[in-house]
């Protein structure tokens, strides 16, 4: 069948996408084949052992916890010594073979030695007792056959989650667990189908029933051929990427434990899947109770058996299709988990009020429940709680947990019955005492289930995130930690300063002194060892004509007691007004660098009143240069009536980087201001533009709520700088709070007009014709709106697991990118989730416009 | 100061002459136009700077805004061809510390493709 169709047919089922079609519906088909052999089996040996003494029901349970290590350390050998398909495969064939052996044993041995005549004279007497004989060692064939079951579907159902995992990555897996669960049902349905139509009309034997199973075994065999064929197809169009865990990987069986020991989030798991089998085991206790007290009969009791297992079935198949996605969708994994503890503790609790009549119902609803719950969320929620461990340690923890823990679990389940029965005296109570009794145990593990599931959920997060790593550092907190802004500036400002005016270079070189940061290096590189400054840089000031002051700045300059000198000579009042003389000189000058000079020293002055009047004047003066200096001379004064003048300058890209810091310097406080210019439509667009960025440097709430309200005007022409600004912000300062009500709509607005850009480009596209230019550009478009979604999102969430998310999608690997939509599938709610994933998940063009209009329809 | 630009290997480069510098600078500045570029989905920017014989505060302040808003969208921003003057100040400054600086454009083409 092609792609297309097969992808349109499993649609129904689950996500999948043409490219993984047929592998997923090989997949399928071999997890439809294991349990439909295992749901032919599973009555068979139910039925069994329900009808064996109930003091040794336990002892089948203890067999397989008990042996079940020694079948692990075998099947991890034949893991360490075989590529996986050949492994699978040698597998099946022993699960044919001694599927044939217990046929013979059955069917054929049994009955054989049944209808052996013995030609001898005390025949009378032989033939009673060799029926006796075989009903007394039946016992021991049903406990082996009871054993290599568990160990048939351990194995299968574990080979089978390391074949998807060998051809799928996690997030793959996660789409497509609902196709293969589906798959699993359905073997099931069709499995217990058989068993129970062949009983009851009585076509075939029990024995003959183990002889159907080999046949299925075989068609899974050539499935498992074509799975890994096509894993081979996958990995060849997608890269390396595809089958992370490669066949031969050595692993022993302590290797597998230590794997589970070293993480304390898989050892919850395991406990928590633990604590389920403990309870599931002890139900399964109560339901063999109640089914041997209604059926003595080993032929009605298979029957019913089958039956159940098909009713389970058939309820788990419709609440699977009904209900798990929308479960897990609606509620995330962090409340899917409880709906089966919460639900079984309910109704476990309620044996204590039913009647001796109902207990059978009662059992069947709550062992039902159990297996229902089991067969369909609890598998998908297993399957996701493995996503972020990383490939080799899940492959390791699946063994051990899959094959030794779960039995381990049954078996202490078996234990405790075994106490109970004993201590209890259940030999000579009725079953519904028994049932009772056995229910408070039940409780006690269904409260631990309910406690280790929030643990393992309080775990999760974490353990996703380790995968995730920053793509990029963001360019300002690079340039932060490494740079040191205000000296490089001071140091280029120095150095040009030294071509053009030595007073201006001494001024600056003066400023370095000040704030410490002259070193050997930069006195090198500023030329201050070579140069013999001279007085130069009094002289024009004081007009005193050439007179050395320094011979040799390399000493002097340095000294800390010659700054407090210049400072002194600052506040000198006669300075004060000779400079103020000087000053107007200089304002009045046609050299930009005399006009340099003198703002410069501006902010070098005791503020007066004249030397505002000055200020004000350079703020304004036409030369960017001299405007450059009094921006930072007006940062050191800091006054109201500059306000006005500075943000002038941050209309002019040419002084705009200066005014934004001359006005972070003003503080917080010029808020209000900068909040009205911000809404000025009448401002320069540029002005406007600029104020962002200051507000986003002061980093108070006010500015927060100022960048809000002015974002949820809408105006386009700043949408991109008050974005940029709250992400700053919120980057910076995570102390400041943003209100989801006033976010929210935001986050909507931005998405809806993302499915604009996007739905008009699929419409481009479709359309024909030469639409690549437009195309590109609604891309880019697209990919500017992505971005300022996942900007605005870290304003509700943890910046730091929002900007992974977004570096991961947009340029990490398939599997990082798909833990990171497992990362915002947990962070994010239902209708945003729902909005957003089809903007940012890798789908076709057309899967991409149906979903988009699918999530717009649900809003 | 004279930008011409042109696209090589998907790299927008930055063919600089003359000084960067506040005065010679016009209104449509560096910073501005590497944005443009951004803009319209480039994310690989070369400042070739052969041509540049020295540059002032604001010149290192429009090198400095052009890196950052390449890095912030995940592209990459690097120099090539600097004086060994401007280099030395570079070094000291610790400017080599966030910006990548090569000694060739071929160099510096390369490492874009290896990255």
Known sequence: MANGRLEKLLNRFADVRGHEAHAALYLSGFFFLITFTFYIIKPVKESFLIGINPAWWPYADLATALLIGFVVALNVRLLNRLPRRIYISATLLFFIGSLLVFWYAFDVYLKSLVSTPVADSSGGIFFVWIPLAIIKAGTVPVFVFSFWTDVFIAMSVTQFWLAVNDVFDPYQGKRLVGLFVTGGLFGGIAGSSLAALMVFAKLISAGNLLLVCPVILILALIMVSLVYREQQHLRETAGAEVGPVQAGARVGYWESFLSVKRSRYLLLLAATLASAMVAGSLINFQFKFAVKSVFPDNNDRTFFVSMFFLGILILSTVFHLVATGRILRSFGIRWALLVAPALLLAGSLSVFLVSAGALLAWASLIRGGDKLFDNTIGQSIRELLYIPVPADIKYKAKIFIDMFVNKFATGLGAGLYWGLYRLSGFAYKDPIANVREIGILVVVFLGLWIVLTRAVYAEYPAVLKKDIRRKWDEGDKAVQQHVDVDLTRDVFDALQSRERSTTLYLMNVFDLVRKNNLTPELKEVLGIKQDEIRAQSMDRLFDAGGEVLFHSLDETIADKDLASVIDLVFLLPSYQEVMGKRLAADAGSASDVDRMDAAKLIGLMVRSPETLRFLERFLQDPSPEVVAYALRSAAVHRRVEHIPLILRQLGNPLTALEAQGTLTSYGPGVEDQLKSVLGDESEALEVRRAVPAVLARFGTQRSADILLDELARRRGDVEQELINALYKLRADRPEVRFREKQVRPELLDMIEKSYAICLSASGLAAGGGDAAGPAAEAKVALDLNVRRIFDLMTLLHPPEDIVKAYQNILKGTRRSGDYSLSLLDDLLDRELKALLFPLIEDLPPEERALRMKKAMRLK | ?115
Do not use: P, W
């Not at chain 2, 400042?47 to 805004?65: K, Q, R, Y």
């Open chain 2, 1 to 115: 100061m004279l930008i011409k630009t042109r696209e090589a290997n998907n790299v927008v480069i930055f063919d600089i002459e003359g000084e960067i510098r506040r005065s010679e600078s016009m209104q449509t500045t560096l910073h501005n136009q590497v944005k443009s570029h951004l803009d319209r989905g480039r994310r690989n920017v070369l400042l070739n700077l052969e041509g540049v014989e020295f540059i002032d505060s604001f010149g290192v302040g429009e090198i400095l805004a052009s890196y950052i808003s390449t890095q912030n969208l995940g592209g990459k921003l690097k120099l090539c061809r600097i004086s060994k003057k401007l280099l030395l100040i570079f070094q000291i400054t610790m400017l080599t510390k966030v910006l990548d600086i090569q000694e060739d454009c071929e160099c510096a083409l390369e490492s874009f493709e290896k990255a």
